[in-house]
């Protein structure tokens, strides 16, 4: 639903006529595609290679792992999706199986906030459009740090 959503906000988006709300909504669907499709990415990468899930759960980040002083306090306080591995399932396939069912959350979270880039070049003033771009590249970047150290990645 929330990929729904993103994608409804970047098309709503284009019926505002002042740039400053134009570019709020943007960043709201900008956000949604940063967290909805990270667990939907596991579960359908995870199923094509034989990993079976039992359900979804509201959780806590494993930022906090990080001891980020502000970065790890915020991500505490933050209720997240979380989705349920059946551990049998996740032994009995490779570790290339293991490694791209893992990497497959982060990687949508990474990639896919950049539709929204895309989308705004046609739109917004060009400044809005690459502040949108300047946020990517941090969550990128961020992710990049982060994940290897406490996130999906360091589950390989």
Not at 53 to 68: C, D, E, P, R
Not at 89 to 99: F, K, T
Not at 130 to 139: F, G, K, T, W
Request: proline share 4%; glycine share 6%; with cysteine.
């Amino acid at each position: 639903m929330g990929i729904v959503l993103a994608f409804y906000l970047m098309v709503a988006a284009t019926d505002l006529s002042d740039p400053l709300e134009m570019f709020a909504v943007y960043f709201l669907s900008w956000i949604c595609l940063v967290f909805f499709p990270h667990c939907l990415a596991h579960y359908i990468v995870g199923r094509l290679v034989g990993v079976r899930f039992s359900h979804y759960a509201i959780g806590k980040s494993s930022i906090t792992k990080l001891g980020l002083p502000l970065v790890s306090s915020f991500a505490s306080a933050l209720p997240l999706l979380t989705l349920k591995i059946e551990r049998r399932s996740l032994r009995s396939v490779s570790h290339g199986a293991r490694a791209v069912m893992f990497a497959s959350g982060a990687t949508a979270s990474m990639i896919l906030p950049f539709l929204v880039v895309v989308v705004s070049f046609e739109h917004l003033p060009l400044a809005l459009s690459l502040a949108l771009v300047l946020i990517s590249v941090a969550n990128l970047g961020f992710d990049l740090y982060y994940s290897p150290r406490a996130g999906d990645i360091s589950r390989i």
